[in-house]
């Protein structure tokens, strides 16, 4: 059998053999055996691999995806080391990948190369691998953030190998080419530095830090706030630090820092007179309650500058400085008239007690479970009848239970039998004295049993300000007969009267928050479920009455049992006649018995929720009012029938508020 090579391997052996010499002299008397050309033109890349394998000393392992041909043309010799690298350069080139794992090369396609295990290095460390061999690398940041780098550096990494950043250590970990992964190197090196200008503090004297720099963000028009400008040279921020009544700058040019501290200089002046007019408009906190508290901290402040501060027409030793605090509720506003340095140590407080305060979402489940047994059966008899013709009549029986049990009653009148079942024989009508006409009932068989059930939800909510009591009443106000009067025995008897109170009867929940700093809420609660029992009681309403009052701690949107009763009730009762009633089985048509049984569970249980901001409490609202008009969609009326039609109400959509325009000093409006 004919022997066969391969036409790739046949060609490097015949430019191996027949060249020795003028490879030498191509490489200046190096060793011809350590030169090789290579030539390779449309060869299948499974033919070049058992070339570049015979040449190298390695083993590889080719992906059954990749197939093809490849072109490698060399016009001088090269040495035997380079041989590797070429084929490297060559694969990739096809959208081929090479990962070295020990002594095994793996050929598989570039997408599929990053799955594979390969040379990693750590922060700090070079690369693990070189030329075009596929490793990871992990940068880390010192000065940049990681995230912001990611789309600067995706356009110089091969579209099918990864970077991605993990922000815990601020670091970049890149999988792609070892000599790829040097030039991100550099490039990663050049940005990561720190910044070339650090922030400037400007301590002021007399003017107030806060309205000085929102006076800056007005006048100069590249200040912007947060520094967000397109060019790092252009950033100029100006930030106000009131507790050591100083500004802080941050600038890329040297020169808008000079200007600036010009035009702080000429504004950080003492004024003419010892007080000054500053009126301060209030963002969330309410001006006459804010006005108290700065008042208080300005007799502090004050008697600590009355021997420095002179007041016009005043002796400064023994005399408090003169100054005005004074709220404007209408524009809820502050006016402060003061020297400088209290001015500025009192708004250095108001900026920080003017604070959007949180708000507490609170929803209270009432549930109420009762039922109620109870069942009688009792048998009862009695005669009525003549002795002789004397008209003398006889009478006995037992009679047991009240109206419309007894036998009595209904003879008397057969249409007050109780509810239930009522058996008797009847033997015909007579008339007693001081009686109408009455039924001899013989005997009368009385059974009933009762079961009443109830299963009442309650869900009251409520929205309120932090420390801010709140309460919500659902129910009716009924009156309640205190006292009346009538005069008889008169002429003219006048009219009578009557004197009555109104109260609330219903629902009633009643709160009041206090966030702590750590999420926790405590609460202070009232909560109340009345309802009207009897009105029939000559001696006035009778009402049923659950109330619980506590003072809990919360977390945000934990549910707990604020209080409950379980009650269970059983009652019995039993009529009979001595003796007779106690003889077994025959004793039941001497006795009348009847059981009661009632169960009450009930539980009050209450979840706050902490809404720090607008968009918190659109969640509340949203779902609330969808639920709203869900119900009046499933209550409207079927359309048909004789009757005419109604269009039942129902809620609007409900739409989101358009943004508001930004209200900060620094934003400018362009009207076109």
Partial sequence: MQKRYHPAILLLSVVMLLTPSVLSYAQDGADAADLVTLNFVNSEIEGVVRVVSELTGRNFIIDPRVTGTINIISAQPVPRASVYSTFLSALRLHGFAVIEDSDIVRIVPEADGRLFSGPVSGPGAGSAGTGDQLVTRVFTLQYESAALLVPILRPLIAPNNIINAYQNSNSLVITDYAGNLERIAQVIAAIDRPGTHDPVVIPLLHASAVDLAQTINKVFPESVQGGLSAEPTQRFTVVADPRSNSLLVNSGDPERIVRLRNFVAMLDTPTSVAGNIHVVYLKNAEAVKLAETLRAIYQGEAAQLTSSVPVQGQSTEGQATSGIIQADAATNSIIIIAPDAIYNNLRAALEKLDVRRAQVYVEALIVELTADRAAEFGVQWQS?????????????????????????????????????????????????????????????????????????????????????????????????????????????????????????????????PQISEGGTVRLEIYQEVSSINDKSNPAGVITNKRAVASTVLVDDGQIVVIGGLIQDNVTTGMQRVPVLGSIPILGGLFRYENRQQGKTNLMIFLRPTLVRDSRGADVFTGERYDYIIGEQKAAALAPGGPLFELNSPVLPALTPIPTPLPTDSSATLVVP
């Fill in 384 to 512: 009525l009848g003549a002795f002789g013709e004397t008209g003398t009549q006889g009478f006995g029986g037992t009679n047991f239970g009240g109206a419309g049990q007894n036998i009595i009653g209904t003879s008397l009148n057969p249409a007050s039998a109780g509810a239930g079942l009522n058996v008797g024989v009847v033997d015909g009508s007579f008339s007693l004295p001081g009686f109408d006409q009455m039924l001899n009932i013989s005997v009368l068989i009385r059974a009933l049993e009762t079961d009443a059930n109830a299963n009442i939800l309650s869900t009251p909510t409520l929205l309120t300000l932090d420390n801010e009591e709140a309460e919500i009443i659902i129910g009716q106000n009924v009156p309640f007969v205190t006292g009346q009067f009538a005069v008889s025995g008169a002429s003219v008897t006048p009219s009578p009267f009557q004197t009555i109170e109104r109260h609330d009867v219903g629902l009633t929940l009643r709160i009041k």
